[in-house]
C-alpha cells in the first residue's frame, strides 16, 4: 500500500487543495483533545476517557468518506462517543448485577430462634457430648484434632459425637408431638 492510497495519508490535488483523505487527520488533530477532556469529566477516568475517544474515532475513521459529507462531523463524532459511553455503562451494571445478586435478607427472627434451638438442644447433652458435637460439628474439626484438644481418643470423639447426634434427634421428635 503506498502512502497516498493509505486511509488518512495526506493527498493534494494538482492546485494544492487537500482532499477528504487528509481531513480525517486535520479533524483528529481539531478534535481529540477538546473531546478527551470533555470524556474525562464524563467518565471521572482519563484511562477510559482515552478508550472511549480511541474507540469513537476508529468508528468514524472506518465511515469517514460519508462523515466527512456531513453538515456537522463534530455532532457525529460526540453522538458516537456518547452511544459508545452509554453502551459500555450498560454492560458494567449488567455485569454488576449478575455478579453482585442481591441475596434476600435472612429472617432476624428465624436466626435468633434457630440460634436458640440450638443452644437449648447442645444443653441438653453431657459436656463431653456437648463438646465433641461443637468441635466436629459446628466449628468443623476432625475427630483426630478434637481428640487432641480434648485429651481423648479420636474413636470417643467419634463416640460421643454420635451420641449427642442422637439425643438431638430425640429431643427435636419428642418437641414436635
Known sequence: MTERSRPGAVSQTPTGVATAEASFEDFFES???TLFRRMCLITNSPSEAE???QDAF???WERWDRVAAMQD???YLY???MNLFRKRYRHAIVAART???AEPQADAVALVEARTAVSEALAALSPRQRAAIVLTDLIGFSSDEAAKMLGVRPGTIRSLA???RTAIRGSQ???SR
Open 162 to 164: 454420635s451420641q449427642g
Open 99 to 101: 455478579t453482585f445478586r
Open 51 to 53: 478508550e472511549l475517544m
Open 31 to 33: 478534535e481529540h483533545r
Open 58 to 60: 476508529m468508528n468514524l
Open 79 to 81: 453522538r458516537t462517543t
Open 173 to 175: 421428635t419428642e418437641g
Open 73 to 75: 462531523p463534530t455532532g
